[in-house]
């Protein structure tokens, strides 16, 4: 019968039912409970386990209900446990359970209930007092009565139970365990308390403090569990607490309850629909709910708790510990979601998260970011719980701010709809997100952050449909940006050339910098990258010498500053950030074909006055004599224009006039005779005298080229 009782369901939930018994056995609105569990391999044949309590002391309720197989004197919202065959669990590891008590608060003397359950050869004693004339009754009592409902009277304690009782514990549970393998059991359930993935202690409110000691072959060890609660926000139902555990573990626990009405209707269609015991219809307090996420780093993987850890395989929706009065299979390792009771409070978790984080984003509440992003990255196969609390809160899960972001006050927080994730490349000091928020940009999440919370953030964003890292044209602008900011500094040469190992990294190709104003010339302004004047080396052309430019285009030519640090330290990183800018035609090599270029552009571009555009004609004639002289081949112009009587043209449709010598210049008077002498006869002919050139100046040297051409 005490198989069928206690198989398998709690098996390996020993020390967990005691741990809960001891818990509860303190008042309600207590906080500074203790207990204390004691494991001595040492005493005894297998050893002996001890768990003692400082709460109320046994009463004689507590003794009834301990001898009644589910008839506990808790209701369903008074405290862990009210299945009332938590305690008969025991009988996994100890075949005789023992109770010992102080009889009223203060007391240092074990002088109440002291008592244990009946071992097998009790029922032989038991069947001579009750029926001697009966024979068999002791195998009758021993096949047909469990032993745990018969209670032997003990007189004293023994010395560890009274040892515990003189420092103030009121009740002693003492299980001699029954077998070697009984004590392996008992030692794996100590290991699993201890596992600090899930503190055992986080949610057991009324309890300040858990010792554990473990004797074996003469040595001993010992841990002690403290829990320090500190509120950070209470009001409108929500509480933020601050809870520190072992090891200095901190964790920020956000608390609220479910909705009266609604937890009305789903114990009642739990009730009718998924098998839940009608003694949940007499609950009368709020369910409380409650989330945990760490202050500090992340975890790897959530657990779900009903007051205690439930089973490994049932994990949170977020990676922190959720708390709820689940209606959990008897042992408390799992539970079905699709109960209505349970769905309930998983949706009560979700409007819980999303309370906390509008508060912090309202600035009610100082929530740690880290912990704010474990409140909303949910799994995403849950999310829709998350998205469907805040849409009852009437925000949208995308606009609400949570995402700690650099550059600026403490506490500054973004949403998914505006945050940028932009860690920058490994190996960047210059063009990094904390130098980009410097300079004013705005909406960039703290790569601080831990990683791991950085990597939930985007599949996070996926889901609502956003991306977070930032296409390649804005983080074009944020380099712009950076280095007009820069060059407004005084000149720095190493900031200057690990920027452009940088953008190396961050723009193999440099197409999406083209025309940024990120290159820094001589004159410490910064100029166009990929533009047509910006060149490298004035002192060394390529090609061979040029002739000086004339100020007409000496303005259009940008060299890149001299004092930039190329070499010297990190000059392997620095050499190839001018390679890149050299191979991505971001600035171009000084020479006559990209310097005629400029020339052109020159006497193409609107607003030039006639003075700079012959200054620039006769430097092009200049460069190409020069180049023809060292005999090269004279380059041929793209976009030339040329002086015509109707201003400056395209000389590929202009036309030579008097004054140009040539083997056909008499035909060119004859034209200019013809089209004079019909001037405004027809537009078509007025056009065409106007592309006439007009007679080259005097002082050209180079006059003869030009005809040529």
């Known amino acids: 019968m005490a198989e069928t009782i206690i198989s398998p369901e709690y098996d390996g939930r020993v020390l967990v039912e005691l741990l809960q018994n001891a818990h509860d056995a303190h008042p309600a609105r207590s906080a500074d409970g203790r207990i204390e569990i004691l494991f001595d391999e040492d005493e005894g044949e ?11 002391p046994f009463g004689g309720r507590d003794f009834k209900a301990l001898c009644s197989i589910a008839l506990s004197s808790k209701r369903a919202d008074s405290g862990i446990g009210h299945k009332g065959v938590g305690f008969k669990s025991v009988l996994h590891l100890s075949g005789a359970p023992e109770v010992y008590s102080v009889a009223r608060e203060g007391s240092r003397i074990l002088d109440g209930f002291t008592f244990r359950f009946a071992r097998l050869d009790d029922f032989d004693a038991l069947a001579r007092e009750v029926a001697p004339e009966r024979t068999g009754f002791a ?33 002693v549970v003492r299980l001699p365990l029954k077998s070697a393998d009984a004590c392996s059991a008992a030692r794996g359930q100590l290991r699993e308390l201890m596992d600090d993935t899930a503190p055992f202690e986080l949610f ?53 309850k479910a909705d009266a009405g609604r937890a009305r209707e789903a114990i009642a269609a739990s009730m009718e629909k998924s098998g839940m015991r009608r003694d949940w219809a007499a609950w009368e307090k709020k369910a409380e709910v ?11 993987a959530g657990r779900l708790y009903t007051f205690l850890p439930m089973g490994e395989q049932m994990l949170a929706p977020v990676r922190g510990y959720i708390h709820a009065p689940f ?26 998260c999303a309370r906390a984080v509008l508060a912090a984003a309202d600035r009610r509440t100082l929530i740690p970011p880290g912990a704010l992003v474990d409140l909303m990255c949910w799994e995403p196969e849950k999310l829709g719980r998350l998205t469907s609390a805040f849409q009852r809160l009437n925000h949208g899960i995308a606009q609400v701010p949570f995402v700690p972001v650099i550059g600026a006050s403490p506490g500054t927080l973004t949403s998914l709809h505006r945050a940028f994730l932009w860690e920058g490349k490994h190996g960047s000091t210059v063009f990094t997100p904390q130098e980009v928020a410097a300079v004013g940009v705005t909406h ?31 983080l074009a602008s944020w380099a712009e940006r950076l280095a007009k900011a820069a060059v407004r500094d005084p000149f720095d040469p190493d900031w200057w050339a690990d920027f452009y190992y940088d953008l190396s990294q961050t723009f193999p190709d440099g197409s999406a910098l083209v025309g940024k104003r990120i290159v820094i010339s001589s004159r410490s302004t910064t100029e166009p990258a990929g533009g047509e004047g910006v060149f490298f080396d004035r002192d060394a052309p390529q090609g061979g010498s040029l002739p000086p430019p004339p100020d007409g285009v000496s303005d259009r030519l940008h060299f890149v500053h001299e004092g930039i640090a190329w070499s010297g330290k990190g000059r392997k990183r620095r050499v190839q950030g001018r390679k890149w800018l050299r191979t991505t035609n971001l600035v171009h090599d000084y020479g006559a074909d990209r310097v005629l270029e400029v020339v052109a552009a020159a006497l193409s571009a609107n607003g030039v006055d006639d003075g700079v555009r012959l200054a620039c004609l006769r430097y092009a004639c200049a460069v190409s004599h020069a180049l023809e002289s060292g005999g090269r081949r004279a380059l041929r112009l793209k976009n030339l224009r040329v002086p015509t009587r109707a ?52 002082s050209c040297a180079v006059t003869r080229f030009l005809w040529r051409r």
């Not at 050893?47 to 109320?56: I, M, P, Q, R």
């Not at 960039?444 to 044209?473: F, N, Q, S, W, Y």
């Open 444 to 474: 960039l999440v703290d790569p601080k952050l831990h990683p791991t919370r950085l990597r939930r953030l985007a599949p996070l964003a996926r889901a609502v449909g956003r991306g977070l890292a930032p296409p390649i044209e804005r």
């Open 46 to 56: 297998h050893g002996t386990l001890y768990v003692a309590n400082g709460g109320k």
């Open 139 to 171: 195998a009758h009592l021993r096949e047909n009565l469990l032993t745990l409902k018969v209670p032997v009277f003990l007189e004293d304690a023994p010395p560890a139970a009274q040892r515990l009782a003189r420092r103030g514990f009121v009740t």
């Open 327 to 352: 209606f959990a299979e008897m042992n408390r390792r799992s539970f079905n979601e699709a109960v209505p009771w349970n769905d309930l409070l998983l949706d009560t978790v979700a409007e819980l």
């Open 204 to 256: 057991l409110d009324r309890l300040e403090r858990v010792r554990l000691e473990w004797r074996a072959a003469g040595e001993t060890r010992r841990r002690t569990y403290d829990r320090q609660v500190e509120v950070l926000y209470h009001s409108r139902g929500l509480k933020v607490q601050q809870v520190t555990l072992r090891r200095r573990i901190r964790l920020i626990v956000v608390c609220g």
């Open 290 to 300: 409650r989330v945990a996420v760490p202050a500090g780093d992340p975890l790897g």
């Open 647 to 698: 201003g400056w043209f395209d000389a590929g449709r202009a036309m030579f006039g008097p004054g140009w010598p040539g083997e056909h210049s008499s035909v060119d008077i004859t034209l200019t005779r013809f089209l004079e002498s019909v001037r405004g006869l027809s537009s078509v002919l007025t056009e065409t005298e106007g592309r006439l050139l007009l007679p080259p100046p005097r």
